[in-house]
């Protein structure tokens, strides 16, 4: 898989197109599978992965996706690259950092991604633009059944996939949607969304999983409970909650532009005035910032912008990305000059930077 | 010194904060600190399970507790205690050696016990070969570190013998 080549190209799913995706980002649904003959990861040892590596690896790479597969050997990755595939949101930070035999099979396209000794002995991974669950449901569903047809999985009648974590076992499925709640944060309202939730038993997380903190007002929300209950039930769950999440951030977006139209335009402006103009931007401020050109976007405030490209940004900006786009190794001081030199490249004079 | 769970920047606050009575440490810099204080209402919430999540309830007595600690799984040697310290098990077939042990903690994790959802196609074949080829591997295992490759050898040769057999029954 060419690298470099992918860091002027994003994934499908950041294209910014199916339904509420001014709010809903992305779509993603994964399985967490197990081999019935092989100890979990906690206990095998580098022969038993690599045994699972090559076996799983074949598997893989004999599924027809309807389009190629890139293998990328995780285990002879070099950190950056690790790093640069957790951005894209290929790897969980997880897979980046463990350690001994393991890889991750990519479809062309980036929207399925399939890991190899994670915390299970297989994650696969399917992600849309959009609120797009049951695209997802129903393409992961169908390279689980061809996988399923090659490998035995571990598996009871009583407790279902059985995985590694006990609170993954039985469906083995993570639903979650990521959403863009910029004013919801703003306005503080929020915690009621969080609050509401955890009422669900469905979980709120950051852009980049279990341990990220919010940012860019990006949030992950999926179910927690995994036994019990089908997987067409938990998507529906999901389903059923979204809309509403949706439309309580929209109402709050109208009320903020009645109530101080000038104000509101005027933060968005000078947001976009610091990412076209700075000489030197943090990661953080830059999530921030780019948080309020999206919002803006959407309101019809900024109008020379398209939402895909912001959406990209996002990704692009982040320090792995940046290095190698550059092509160095770069410490944070470096990366924010680097970062911001890009952001001016990328969003003034945008015409003729195009051609 | 701490590292600012935001930003790298030297952590030089630290504040406990105090969420439906559990209390959450935060090490943060004065900058991070500043706009955390300003502006708590985005905290992502820690649920419960995120910072303990297989905490036996119920099971206050130490003996009980020491004695449950001691069951170990007969493929892949883990014991329940392991289980409990690293969060992970060890195989498949460990629902089944914690069985006692783990039901309460999924009902607690899941509020259920019984699967309902996608179920293989093709019913997995008697999952007992299935687990002596953990066991063999485990043997392995240990055989390897104890530098007995004649044993090693041997399990080699069984297990290669084993999933042939699983092989051509999966084929059928
Ligand atoms: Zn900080
Ligand atoms: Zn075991």
Not at chain 1, 175 to 183: F, K, N, R, T, Y
Not at chain 1, 252 to 278: F, P, W
Not at chain 1, 291 to 317: A, K, W, Y
Not at chain 2, 29 to 35: D, I, P, S
Request: aromatic fraction near 6%; charged fraction near 25%; proline fraction near 3%.
């Amino acid at each position: 898989m060419d690298f470099d080549a992918l860091t002027g190209t994003s994934g499908e799913w950041l294209r910014g197109t199916g339904p509420d995706a001014d709010i809903v980002v992305s779509s993603r649904v994964r399985l967490a599978r197990n081999l019935a003959q092989f100890p979990f990861l906690s206990r095998a040892d580098d022969s038993v992965k690599s045994e699972l590596e090559s076996l799983l690896r074949s598997k893989v790479e004999g599924l027809n996706l309807g389009s190629r597969l890139n293998y990328v050997n995780v285990n002879t990755l070099e950190s950056l690259d690790r790093q640069f595939l957790v951005e894209r949101q290929l790897i969980s930070p997880e897979h980046a950092e463990s350690h001994g035999s393991r890889g991750v099979g990519i479809s062309e396209g980036e929207n399925v991604s399939l890991m190899i000794n994670e915390e299970d002995h297989l994650r696969i991974q399917v992600l849309r633009s959009g609120l797009a669950l049951d695209e997802c449901w129903e393409e992961i569903n169908r390279i689980d059944d061809s996988l399923e047809q090659e490998v035995t999985y571990a598996f009871s009648e009583r407790l279902g996939y059985l995985t590694a974590c006990p609170t993954n076992v039985g469906t083995g499925i993570r639903v979650s949607v990521m959403l863009h709640l910029p004013a919801l944060v703003l306005t503080k309202e929020i915690q009621k969304v969080f609050q509401a939730l955890q009422k669900i038993s469905l979980a709120v997380r950051g852009l980049y999983g279990e341990r990220s903190q919010a940012m860019g007002d990006f949030y992950q929300i999926s179910n927690q409970v995994t036994l019990g209950k089908s997987e067409e039930k938990l998507i529906a769950t999901l389903k059923d909650v979204v809309p509403n999440i949706v439309s309580y951030e929209r109402r709050v977006r109208n009320a903020l532009v009645e109530e101080n139209r000038q104000s509101l335009h005027d933060q968005i402006s000078r947001a976009y005035g610091i990412l076209q103009n700075a000489q030197t931007i943090s990661s953080e401020e830059t999530m921030h910032l780019l948080s309020s050109v999206r919002m803006g976007i959407n309101l019809g405030l900024i109008d020379d912008l398209e939402i895909p490209t912001v959406n990209e940004l996002f990704i692009h900006t982040q320090p792995a990305h940046l290095q190698k786009l550059r092509h160095e190794h770069l410490e944070s001081a470096d990366r924010n000059i680097a970062r911001a030199t890009f952001l001016r490249q990328r969003l003034s004079n945008r015409d003729t930077e195009r051609n | 010194m701490k590292k600012c769970r935001r930003c790298s920047k030297p952590a030089t606050l630290h504040i406990t904060d105090i969420r439906e009575g559990v209390a959450h440490e935060l090490h943060l810099c004065e900058t991070c600190a500043h706009e955390y204080l300003n502006n708590a209402g985005s905290e992502l919430p820690q649920s419960a399970e995120e910072s303990e999540p297989f905490a036996l309830k119920g099971t206050e007595d130490p003996d009980e507790l020491e004695q449950l600690d001691q069951v170990v799984c007969q493929n892949c040697g883990i014991s329940f205690r392991e289980f409990r310290s690293q969060g992970r098990l060890g195989c498949p077939h460990d629902y089944i050696a914690f069985e006692a042990e783990l039901i309460p903690l999924l009902e607690n994790i899941h509020g259920d016990t019984q699967h309902c959802g996608k179920f293989p196609k093709r019913a997995p074949d008697a999952s007992q070969r299935q687990y002596r080829l953990i066991k063999l591997r485990n043997e392995l295992r240990n055989a390897v570190g104890q530098e007995d490759y004649e044993d090693a050898a041997r399990l080699r040769d069984e297990i290669q013998e084993l999933e042939q057999g699983i092989e051509g029954s999966e084929t059928e």
